[in-house]
Every structure is written in structure tokens, then in C-alpha cells.
Nanobody
Framework: QVQLVESGGGLVQAGGSLRLSCAAS????????MSWFRQALGKERELVAS???????NYADSVKGRFTISRDGARNGVSLQMNSLKPEDTAVYYC???????????????WGQGTQVTVAS
């Protein structure tokens, strides 16, 4: 099984910065793509940014130029640097990963429990 643990959320003023981190632990063979999603109150969960194992990235239009996703350590972690934060960035942010628990196992998708980001105007 794979456990994803997020950290780094909190309260920040508009225009400020936060860095979210997600660390994968447990018994697994490999982790491929990792992503950050967010869900604001009353809204659907949406993709914020994703990164492949080789470093290819993809961003939601709403965060392009402000957020940067990167892989950490032995590529079993992911970070999200968030700059120029806006009140509309307020949401619970979730880490997501595709992983195999063995060399011939199927890829499965895993979620973290989420970390709250609140941007005050």
C-alpha cells in the first residue's frame, strides 16, 4: 500500500506564498505520475498541476505562472510552490499519485488526506 502525507498548508495573505509537500511511504515498487488537486467549498475537485516521473509538467490555466510543481528526493515525493496567492486559491489541496506495489502489479491511484490552504484578502 502507498500512503501520501501532505504538509505545508496554512493561512496566508493575498499575494503571499506557500509551499506544499507530499511524501509517499509504504511498500511500493515505483511511483509514476504525481499531481496536486484542490477542492474549494461547494465546488468539484480540480487538477492544479501534474508531473511525470521524467519531469514533464502540466498546469491548470488558473495557476500558470504562479505555481510550480516539482519532484522531491528519490522522486517519491512532490512539492507545489505557490506564489502570488489569491483568495480564489482557497481550498483543500490533495496529493495524488499513480503507483505499482510490485514490478508486475497494475498501476493504482492513491490520494492523500488533504491540507487546507486559506488565502485572506
Amino acid at each position: 500500500q502507498v500512503q501520501l502525507v501532505e504538509s505545508g498548508g496554512g493561512l496566508v495573505q493575498a499575494g503571499g506564498s506557500l509551499r506544499l509537500s507530499c511524501a509517499a511511504s509504504g511498500t511500493f515498487f515505483s511511483i509514476s505520475g504525481m499531481s496536486w488537486f484542490r477542492q474549494a467549498l461547494g465546488k468539484e475537485r480540480e487538477l492544479v498541476a501534474s508531473i511525470t516521473r521524467s519531469g514533464g509538467t502540466n498546469y491548470a490555466d488558473s495557476v500558470k505562472g504562479r505555481f510550480t510543481i516539482s519532484r522531491d528526493g528519490a522522486r517519491n515525493g512532490v512539492s507545489l510552490q505557490m506564489n502570488s496567492l489569491k483568495p480564489e486559491d482557497t481550498a483543500v489541496y490533495y496529493c495524488n499519485a499513480d503507483a505499482r506495489i510490485g514490478p508486475t502489479a497494475a498501476v493504482r491511484n492513491y490520494w492523500g488526506q488533504g491540507t487546507q490552504v486559506t488565502v485572506a484578502s
